[in-house]
């Protein structure tokens, strides 16, 4: 048995490779892919050669990126955490053969796994199966967003994510999925207000077609326009959090010029290059600003016992069924073979083509 995988053998060279399918054993089970989304931020990383880890060594005792050897070196085969699923194949009572599930494995035609050490998310049934690419990792990243805005607020007293986020100003700074996705849980979880900017014309028509209310920040000064708007006190005006999903420089400033004094910004984002245009002798400065960075590999402090990994995929899955639809619509922008995904991973890192959320059929 073979599986095809996509790697990136090289920056900007991107193959569909064979490899020998890893065989059964006790306590394990066999998946075949049914649908293996693109995350274009970190994945297209790899294809341009931006990626830290295929620069320097990371070390994760220190927590600090060091000089050496690349810590994932070309060929990259394991990349991607947008995968669901069908068993075809069970030695483990913990899966059952026919069980649809997301997972985190990379772009490939099948995987075994131990449930003991790689997470099997069940789909519900009412779920479209397509749309549980965003189970497994990416929807956890934008429910851990509101948890760590909950947790600035709340410290490890957070309940719920609406804590982050009830009738609260909310601002999101990226219009891309992540962004999308963040926006949606903060207005489901009763933000006073959600204001999406982003610069892209596509990208804000996406967000509207998902009822969310948009700004451009290339039109006015959007921190103006939000800070006239949002008033709390004499000298207090602005968003009471931003959710910063924009991985560049200009969009965490913005991000900082939007804040109320002391606020937070939550940060998604994956830089890729430097920051000098983050002007921290500025708002940052005097008008004590925090910025936060909430990545999927911690949550806050004190709330990783009752803030696990499931608990944000079943919030994602709750996020999936109130919105689904319009999600499936608006924010899926592309559904290609499994066969084209080297032609399109160059494409897109090139800048050739261009999609809000690519997902892979097999």
């Keep these: 048995m073979r599986d095809r995988v996509v790697a990136v053998t090289a920056p900007g060279r991107v193959e569909l490779v064979e490899q020998d399918a890893a065989p059964l054993t006790e306590g394990t089970f066999r998946v075949e892919t049914l649908y293996s989304g693109v995350s274009a931020g970190t994945e297209l990383s790899f294809v341009k050669g931006t990626n830290p880890y295929l620069n320097g060594t990371w070390n994760p005792g220190l927590g600090l990126f060091q000089p050496g050897e690349a810590s994932t070196p070309y060929p990259v085969t394991r990349f991607g955490y947008m995968q669901v699923g069908r068993v075809v194949e069970s030695s483990t009572p913990a899966v059952a053969v026919g069980a649809v599930g997301a997972m985190t494995y990379g772009h490939r035609t099948g995987h075994v796994a131990d449930p003991l050490t790689e997470r099997f998310v069940p789909l519900p049934e009412d779920l479209d199966p ?69 610069p892209t014309p596509q990208r804000r028509a996406a967000a509207e077609a998902l009822g969310l209310a948009v700004l451009d920040p290339a039109v006015d000064d959007p921190a103006v326009v939000l800070k006239s ?131 892979l059929t097999c």
Excluded: K
Excluded at 177 to 189: G, P, W
Excluded at 266 to 275: M, T
Excluded at 309 to 322: N, P, V
């Design 130 to 198: 397509l749309l549980g690419v965003y189970v497994a990792q990416l929807g956890p990243i934008c429910a851990n967003g509101l948890l760590h805005a909950a947790a600035d607020l709340h410290g490890a007293g957070v309940r719920s994510l609406a804590d982050g986020v009830r009738g609260r100003r909310v601002a999101v700074v990226g219009a891309g999925v992540v962004a999308l996705l963040t926006a949606l849980f903060a207005t489901r979880h009763g933000a006073a207000s959600v204001v999406v900017l982003d």
């Design 229 to 359: 708007r949002w008033a709390h006190a004499a000298g207090d005006r602005g968003a009471d959090v931003v959710f910063q999903c924009r991985g560049q420089a200009w969009a965490l400033q913005l991000a900082l010029r939007l804040l109320r004094p002391q606020g937070v910004v939550i940060d998604l984002a994956f830089y890729q290059a430097g920051a000098d245009a983050v002007r921290l002798g500025e708002e940052f400065h005097h008008n004590g600003l925090s910025v936060c960075c909430a990545q999927i590999g911690r949550v806050p402090r004190g709330l990783a016992s009752t803030w696990d990994r499931e608990r944000l995929s079943a919030e994602t899955i709750d996020l999936l069924r109130a919105y689904g639809r319009a999600v499936r619509a608006h924010l899926v922008s592309a559904v290609v073979p499994f066969e084209e995904a080297p032609t399109l991973l160059t494409a897109l890192a090139e800048r050739r083509r261009q999609e809000l959320q690519v997902v």
